[in-house]
């Protein structure tokens, strides 16, 4: 798992790997816990959506004014 690339601390990453190790957890716990990092996992998608987007347009206005050579 990637939990601390994507800026998750320490706690919310054993709090993750809590919810697979044990059985025992309630269905109220597991929704509440991944609820919080699903909210965070969408946001960070949408930001990185809208630098995608930015940096294509950025790329192809480049690309327009100075076309890339051929070898």
């Not at 994507?6 to 190790?21: C, G, Q, Y």
């Not at 597991?30 to 949408?46: C, E, I, P, Y």
């Not at 930015?54 to 480049?62: I, K, N, Y």
């Amino acid at each position: 798992m990637k939990a601390r690339v994507l800026s998750f601390t320490l706690s919310e990453v054993k709090a993750l790997l809590r919810l697979i190790d044990e059985r025992d957890c309630s269905c109220a716990e597991v929704r509440d816990v991944t609820a919080s990092h699903l909210q965070d996992v969408q946001a960070k998608l949408a930001d990185l959506r809208l630098m995608a987007s930015v940096l294509r347009s950025w790329w192809s206005a480049a690309t327009k004014r100075n076309p890339p050579t051929a070898p």
